[in-house]
């Protein structure tokens, strides 16, 4: 999830996990080698898997797993063509017949999720359900030849089947073996004992107290004492030290220094200077410590994360170039290279294979788990999280633990060991986040309470409101009266694509619009960009009127819309094309093919309001630029410094500029052709206490009226016993 913004799911848009509805009349499948339909049973057999097409169930290794219907109905077409593409208009005509293109784009991509969620398959490593890009989904794996009865009878004695009284005999032989057997079982202690044990809870014992926001946590190698880095009531983050016999937490006398990992040696790998991210991300000089205290050696530079090897001789480490993220291990040494983004490095006990968490597209936290040997070779092993963060390998290396959300941002505790086989380990309201396992199995786990809100200040009005719809709103345009804001909602109740909505600053209730990540207004507010599931560019009309879908031509993939063209004929948006990295092009509203205007690696567009330029950045970090759209020469931003955010004035020499910061943010306008600044406003949320940053601050064209995002995460740590 894009962590930097749930409302109620708009009323025109189609949840998959809605009402239930009849199934079918049962499918003929064709004959093509492997009967699908054996005997009359209708149940569909695939690696571990059996579909009982008739019950509408579908079970694992005899096991049922829940499945809403929609997404098995999915499943059911698939099936019926196996081998084959089905189009996602097949799939519309046979499920979805009557919803708008906004509405079945929205609900597939829900299904799909779904469906491969309870396979435990993953849409970059298919073993059961290929994406055919634009056009459907194929599957792909082999169905058994043999059949499979769900109802199997009794085998037949000398020959002879069991008669009409044989099923009374079961029965009454069963109940009498059970008492038998519950009798011996109590008599021995052994039953109660067995379920007293299983009925144990998690032992969860505090470790922190202050009011603020745990970062990162880890065992130090006594096996006793807990490293963390936090940052308590808008104080700098630091490193702590505790012991759970002991009260309190000694700072080991690191400010502004966020940890990344501890060696076996006792050495600490930190991040500094911490140039934050977005919630948990950092990204700064990597540099080594050892426990005991002293300045930190550096050995690396725009580094995300990292982890020691076992022998804690060598570091893994997620690095920056180029607008891409590299695994390296050891440092400079590139196993994996993404141009979406890399968490939670970890390597393994034996040392020989590296666990993450793979996110597609910055600075969104969907995701799966992967594996790296040493090779370079990557394998997926669970797919599909809304939301991953968190991850350990088990004391004896034989599962990952992840903490992971399939949708909003409760992530509960899993499990998965290397041929993906994934369970359950804990859950919890509210979620939490797996920090780190000790060899003995005690876990360190911080329940974390995330929220990102909007502060406004409406037209003639004096103080800011809070114009928030839910638990993670994020503003991304306002219009130039300052009276309407453009949003999205990416918690629990939008889904995984999202909700994009209006709000007028005046007081009315939000107006949900539809689907997915918003972009940005039309000059004459009737429309707003939207970017579906990274698939579908779409125009949503903010009053009456329907969607427009815009021609993708080559686009493989958005990522996000960043402004019109001030006649509203043409508007701007960042995406990729097969074998190209993410750049900004320029599309005819009624269209035409979108004409590339800056070059790779540019994924953030800002359009000035005469149309004539374009500021950007990439994923690199590497600061603002300025692109001419018909003619000219990239150039930096000048007197831009780093780390500073930026958005377009009324006028066309002047940037506002800022820093995401953790508490109270200074705007400035920078004027473009000389570098000079001049402050205009500071902003401050009312709590401070927990904030990551302010952001996405946007205004109105006279400058009096603005809206802004901040991030609130507070958190607790913890000491757990008896996960398993």
Known sequence: MWRSCSPEK?????????????????????????????????TVRFGEFEADLHAGEIRKSGSRIKLQDQPFRVLQILLEHRGELVTREELQSRIWPEESFGDFDHAVNVAVGKLRAALGDSAENPSFIETVPRRGYRFVASLDEGPVDTHPQLPAINGVPPSRVGPVFDRTLLAFLAVVISGILVGSGFFLGHRTTRSQPPDFEPLTVSRGTVYSARFAPDGHSVIYSASWDDGPTEIFSTDPKIPGARSLGLPATQLLAVSSSGEMAVLQPVDNGFLFAGRGTLGQVPLTGGSPRQ????????????????????????????????????????????????????????AFLDHPIYPDDKGAVSILDLEGHKRVVSAAWESVKGLAWSADGTEIWFSAAQVGTERHIYAVDLSGRQRLVFRSPGGVTLQDIASDGRALVSRDEQRIGMMALAPGATTEREVSWRDWSIPTDISGDGNTVLFDEQGVASGPTYTVAVRDMRGSAPIPLGPGMAGSLSPDTKWATTVVSNAHLLLLPTGAGTAKQIDQSDIQQYWYGGGWMPDGKQFLFSGSRPGHAVQCFVQDVDGGKPRPVTPEGVIFCELSPDGKMIAGNGLNGGGGWLYPIEAGQPRPIPGLQAGEGFAWSSDPSLLYVYKWKQSSVKVYRLNILTGQREFFREMTPPDVAGLRDISHVHFSSDGQAYVYSYTRLLSELYLVKGLK
Not at 20 to 42: E, R
Not at 310 to 331: C, H, I, S, W
């Open 299 to 354: 050995l690396a530079e725009s580094i995300d994360w990292a982890d020691w090897s076992t022998d804690g001789a060598t570091l893994a480490a997620v690095r920056n170039v180029n607008g891409k993220q590299r695994l390296e291990f050891p440092l400079g040494h590139v196993l994996y290279e993404t141009a979406g983004w890399i968490s939670h490095p970890r390597i393994s006990p034996k040392g020989d294979q590296i």
């Open 10 to 42: 708009s009323a025109n848009q189609l949840a998959a996990t809605g009402p239930q509805q009849k199934l079918p009349k049962m499918l003929d499948f064709p004959k093509k080698g492997n009967s699908a339909v054996h005997n009359g049973n209708q």
